[in-house]
Every structure is written in structure tokens, then in C-alpha cells.
């Protein structure tokens, strides 16, 4: 594996961005990895590796690079009632339009460097990001083929880019891995969504996983779910094979 941390001009400033593929067999496919509210850590970094591991050139980048934060391991720490409020101020200053500029960017490092493929890509987005996955695949519709969001917040909103809307303009195939139990992402939510994508003939599965709970994939939580997340593995190596190869 050749892993690499590099700083990526952005209209923002630079993103810190991880980078991870097979040291053979180049070029590969990108995947961009859109990470959750508690930022970049080795957690992320290992499902990047993952990913990489199997024949992907993965893009892994922080996205509070703006607040001056990347790993939150490495702010004062605070109580736990506070350090959450940080976090939700740091997931609040985030917005669709910033983290497509920030794609675009991203997109535009890959396609300098040989070891990533400049056809067909795909992206991935946990809890805050899913809707990010989503509306980076309706921005570059001739390049994301796949994006999967993995309980992915804010997906059904009244704004004209709620991701519900972006699938819409997406030539990708979507997959949405959705928890039983997700306070973040409430069963009325999955279902609006659901019925819109059938409505719109959007290619896309609404996955609902039973009986577990918001950020069951992420091995570090109290919440993890072995099975479960073994299922969402399987789900997105399928997606990228599909449409990737």
C-alpha cells in the first residue's frame, strides 16, 4: 500500500486530505471518502485503507480544515457536554455548496497524479456526509457513477439541494444504509426518501439495517454492530465493482 498526506488547494484554503492505494496494478479508480462529525482520526483512516486495499485510490480529506481543526484528539480538552456543542458547531459551519467546491478540488489533485484513473469514480459519506456523497455525484454526473450514503443526516430537506432533489440529476447508482434505530436519521426520513427515489425512477436501494444504531459501521463506537457492518462492506465493494471496473 502507498499512503500519503497531502495539503490540497482549495477556494477555502488547503485541506490536509489522506490518500491510500495499491502500491501495483495502478491506475485505480477514486473513491471520495467524506468523513463524520468527530473529523479525521485512525479509525477512518484503517475503513480508508480498507477500501484502498482492494484496488481504489482513496481520498480521505478534512473538511473543518476552514475552523483551523482537524483532529478533534488534538483540541483542549472540554466536558462532554461541551466538547459535543464544539462538534456541532464545527459540523454546522459545513455546507453542501463549501464541500463541493471542496470535490472539486479533490477531484482536481487525483486527475494530476498517475496512479488515479481520470474515468469513472465514486464517493461515500458517514452520518453528516452522506448527503455530501449524494450531491458531489449530481455535481460531476459524467464522472461519480456510485455514492452510497452510510446513515447519512439531512437527506429529506426543503432546500433545492437536499441530496432527495441532487439524486435526481445523478447518472450514479446510489445506496443509501440506513439504521433502525437513528435518532439523526429518523425512520420518517428513510421512508420520504425512499418513496421519492421510487417516484423519481432514481437507481438507487434504501437499505434499512434492523435493530441497530446510528454509526453501527464504525468499529471504535459503543454502537458497533459486527454483522452489520460487515453487510455495509459487502454493500459498497459490490457498488464500486458494478460500476467502477
Request: with cysteine; charged share 20%.
Amino acid at each position: 500500500m502507498i499512503e500519503q498526506t497531502v495539503e490540497i488547494a482549495t477556494k477555502g484554503g488547503a485541506t490536509t486530505t489522506f490518500i491510500a492505494h495499491p502500491e501495483r496494478g495502478g491506475p485505480f479508480p477514486i473513491i471520495l471518502f467524506f468523513m463524520d462529525a468527530p473529523a479525521i482520526r485512525e479509525e477512518l483512516r484503517d475503513m480508508a485503507r480498507r477500501i484502498a486495499a482492494v484496488g481504489y485510490y482513496v481520498m480521505l480529506p478534512n473538511l473543518y480544515y476552514r475552523s483551523g481543526v482537524m483532529e478533534m484528539k488534538d483540541l483542549p480538552p472540554l466536558p462532554e457536554a461541551e466538547a459535543r456543542a464544539r462538534m456541532f458547531e464545527f459540523m454546522g459551519s459545513l455546507t453542501i455548496p463549501l464541500v463541493m467546491d471542496d470535490a472539486d478540488a479533490l477531484l482536481d489533485f487525483a486527475d494530476r497524479d498517475p496512479a488515479a484513473s481520470p474515468g469513472a469514480a465514486g464517493a461515500i459519506g458517514y452520518c453528516m456526509s452522506g448527503q455530501y456523497a449524494i450531491n458531489v455525484a449530481a455535481r460531476h454526473p459524467e464522472r461519480i457513477r456510485c455514492a452510497a450514503s452510510l446513515y447519512g443526516v439531512q437527506l429529506v430537506t426543503d432546500a433545492p439541494d437536499s441530496p432527495h432533489l441532487a439524486a435526481q440529476k445523478t447518472r450514479a447508482e446510489l445506496y443509501f444504509a440506513c439504521a433502525e434505530h437513528d435518532a439523526w436519521a429518523p425512520l420518517e426520513m428513510v421512508e420520504a426518501l425512499d418513496a421519492s427515489l421510487k417516484a423519481d425512477g432514481v437507481n438507487a436501494e434504501v437499505e434499512l439495517y434492523p435493530a441497530v444504531h446510528h454509526g453501527f459501521a464504525f468499529p471504535q463506537r459503543p454502537v458497533y454492530d459486527k454483522p452489520a457492518a460487515e453487510r455495509h462492506w459487502e454493500r459498497l465493494f459490490a457498488l464500486f465493482a458494478r460500476n467502477l471496473s
